[in-house]
């Protein structure tokens, strides 16, 4: 389930379930929308990025979902593995700024 | 490996001294953006350059950060008299740059502890 805890929201799912992480983002003149992992002690790493007029994409165990009228953004990832513990973050690039803007974060924690 | 790096991976200084972080791009991307992360916290933008051009800093502090991109050499984030508030992870990212500016791609930071 989820939970929010003192800082961090945590997600909790066992081994090989699906995990739905969620955003809601505040821009409408984002253009693009990007998911990044990352793990304790590292850089942000790309995942999947989708175009504001997409509405779905697709990529290997991993999909994310934008619902412009209501601003939010959602990665799915399917059969969560041990190594997708991390905490993943949601930017948006605010068209024109050049600029990467991020969401607070949700930390995925994997049950054996 | 092509891809952003950073040094150092670790930097102490003591509150006064100064700090000097460095980024090199990768290969082919001109456009460096640097980033601030506190513990728990997302990434906060900071400031955006070109090679020899400041774009945008409207992320930055107004006094004691500085950054450059030179036409040779390292991207560098500067802080002046650091102050305990100026530790956390610093996060360098490189783009293409244009319609592809989104794509950015980011070193695994170096993390400042004032003391």
């Known amino acids: 389930g989820e939970s929010v805890g003192l800082h961090l929201p945590t997600l909790s799912v066992q081994e090989g379930d699906n995990s739905i992480i969620n955003c809601a983002y505040s821009n409408s003149a984002s253009d693009y929308f990007i998911w990044y992992k990352q793990e304790s002690g590292k850089g942000p790493q790309f995942i999947i990025d989708?175009?504001?007029?997409?509405d779905k994409r697709q990529g290997q165990r991993v999909t994310v979902l934008l619902n412009k009228t209501v601003k939010h953004l959602s990665l799915q990832i399917a059969a969560t593995q041990p190594g997708d513990s991390a905490v993943y973050f949601c930017?948006?690039?605010?068209?024109?700024?050049?600029?990467?803007?991020f969401g607070q974060g949700t930390r995925l924690t994997i049950n054996p | 490996n092509a891809g952003v790096m950073q040094n150092p991976r670790h930097l102490v200084r003591r509150r006064g001294q100064e700090a000097r972080l460095r980024c090199s791009p990768m290969k082919g991307h001109s456009h460096v953006y640097w980033y601030r992360q506190l513990p728990e916290e997302g990434l906060k933008f900071m400031v955006y350059?070109?090679?020899?051009?400041?774009?945008?800093e409207s992320g930055m502090p107004k006094e004691r950060f500085s950054a450059e991109f030179p036409k040779e050499g390292p991207s560098i984030l500067r802080i002046q008299q650091v102050v305990r508030g100026d530790s956390a992870a610093y996060f360098c990212a490189s783009s293409p740059g244009g319609i592809r500016s989104y794509e950015q791609y980011f070193g695994p930071g170096t993390r400042l502890t004032v003391t």
């Open positions: 989708i175009r504001s007029n997409m």
């Open positions: 930017a948006e690039n605010i068209q024109g700024a050049q600029k990467l803007v």
């Open positions: 350059l070109q090679k020899e051009n400041i774009i945008d």
